[in-house]
């Protein structure tokens, strides 16, 4: 019964979000529908299963779009990935040691607050390190919170024309190549390779194994065959119940700490804002990606969540996973080092 609950809630909020025609509505009005419950009457839940499954099914719907002429773009991937890599180290280092001078909080624990990886990943490392692990988790939590509720409707300010132009375009092209498949065969296809190649790479250890490998399966499936298909609709219930998950990690607790982390948390957050969008800016000069892209690769929220805001705003999906995946890999790998110098 919490099951169904939840996912009625989350489908709710979804539903009246998308009719009040805010940006990313349905992950952004799952995750507050979601986030009530959860705070009303401490139910809110999902089955274990739920996150992976929504990480494949997330993973298909943006690989089975991927075609070769993606593949040209990804040139310009190194200067980005750089660019990236910079961000978020500069991101971490000035926001952390701006929340250690704000805070009690020790520097290992206000540096891994801020650090833009993964809320377990994060908590992980925390407790290998010694930080304090609860202050580290809800940190992460008001973080990736932040990014899906004020980053939506920031990034749709900056869209323009032509960008309405590009997805326009890419979404006839879209119907055309539908019309021609053989949508319940390829369907299935698409997502047997999608479960195929997540299980993989998270069997194999690779960080957002289960997301990653399904974008690559379903990707090189495309590419190969032409095959791939997700129905559009899909999009909606996936981002639902993706919002869901997301919601039910903030309980009443959480919201009680809130008031003692308010400074630490106006610091990341301003922090977060400031560095995407003039990182974003050299970006979208040193590479070929467009602006609103180069904002979103540089979003640091988490990989599934990230890339359906940009599937769901036009922007290029191809790029902002293999950037969102160097960013993982890069934030889980090197900063346990840095981290571990500075203590």
Not at 247 to 267: H, N
Not at 301 to 325: F, K, N, P, R, Y
Request: glycine share 10%.
């Amino acid at each position: 019964m919490a099951y169904l609950l939840t996912i009625a809630t989350a489908l709710m909020g979804s539903l009246l979000a998308k009719k009040c025609r805010i940006p990313a509505g349905a992950m952004t009005g799952a995750i507050m529908g979601v986030v009530v419950l959860n705070c009303l009457t401490g139910k809110a839940a999902l089955p274990v299963f739920a996150k992976p499954c929504m990480q494949i099914m997330g993973g298909a719907l943006l690989g089975h779009a991927i075609s070769r002429r993606d593949l040209q773009k990804m040139r310009s991937i190194m200067k980005a990935a750089l660019v990236l890599i910079l961000t978020m180290f500069l991101l971490n280092m000035t926001t952390g040691f701006g929340i250690y001078k704000l805070s009690d909080m020790s520097i290992i624990t206000a540096l891994l607050a801020a650090a833009p990886g993964g809320v377990s990943d994060m908590a992980l490392i925390a407790e290998e390190l010694g930080a304090d692990m609860q202050i580290v988790s809800i940190m992460q939590l008001f973080r990736m919170f932040s990014i899906y509720l004020i980053f939506p409707p920031v990034l749709k300010y900056v869209q323009n024309r032509q960008k309405e132009c590009i997805i326009s375009d890419s979404n006839e092209m879209t119907k055309e190549q539908e019309k021609r498949a053989e949508k319940g065969k390829n369907c299935l296809i698409t997502l047997a390779a999608a479960f195929g190649g997540g299980c993989l790479l998270e069997r194999l250890g690779m960080p957002a194994g289960f997301m990653v490998g399904s974008v690559a399966a379903c990707g090189a499936l495309n590419i190969w065959k032409g095959r791939g298909f997700i129905p559009g609709n899909w999009r909606f219930y996936i981002q639902s119940v993706t919002g869901a998950i997301i919601g039910c990690r903030m309980t009443r607790e959480g919201l009680q700490l809130l008031g003692k982390l308010a400074m630490p948390v106006i610091c990341m957050i301003s922090g977060m804002l400031l560095f995407t969008f003039l990182f974003g800016m050299v970006m979208a000069r040193v590479s070929e990606l467009d602006f609103q892209t180069s904002l979103l690769c540089l979003t640091p929220g988490g990989i599934q969540e990230t890339s359906l805001l940009a599937s769901d705003m036009g922007c290029d999906t191809s790029a902002v996973v293999v950037l969102h995946t160097v960013r993982l890999v890069s934030v889980i790998c090197i900063f346990p080092m840095i981290l571990t110098i500075l203590k």
